[in-house]
């Protein structure tokens, strides 16, 4: 294997590419009081408390804005928001207001002030419980206090179909289709045991 030059943070891919929203939507049902910022640094970090982050650099015009609120909503991307996902990162809040600019329904969320993406298949909302200063990036660690799904990646049983969502992942420097099911949770187990009986 060859040694490369880049940092090793730069290596760690796909991520997801989500735009966060962030604001007071719920107070004051105005667009243009809130914003989206799109991240790739973001996952799970716990799953009882269901716990979240974001990292975001301080100089970001949505880094005083969540610091202010305490509250953020993780909005999951697909490959038909893929264009308004990158300019939603390349473009400043300061000066559009990327709701109206790219035609996104502002959506009052259940828990807190910041409004959800109408237009994502799944919304996570989050409450930060702490910020810790990393370098570059400041995280945001957060409950997730509420999640949302689109009603049709639901089906008659009520069961959850994520895979149909067209998700995008972000790979260096690149926004990706996700590719086709290897295999479920365990199956690498569960073809050994059948084996060797």
Known sequence: MKKLTWKPGNMLYPLPAVMVSCGTYEKSGDEDRCNIITVAWTGTVCSD?????????????????????????????????????????????????????????????ETICAPLIAESPVNLECKVTQILPLGSHDMFLAKITAVRVAEDLLDANGKFHLENADLIAYSHGTYMALGKELGKFGFSVRKERRSST
Do not use: H, W
């Open 49 to 109: 408390p269901a716990m979240t982050y974001i990292s975001i650099r301080p100089n970001r015009y949505s880094y005083p804005i969540i610091k202010k609120t305490g509250e953020f909503v993780i909005n999951l991307t697909t490959q038909a928001l893929c264009s308004v996902t990158d300019s939603c990162g390349v473009l400043s809040g300061a000066d559009t207001s990327k709701f109206n600019r790219f035609g996104l329904t502002a959506q009052k969320a």
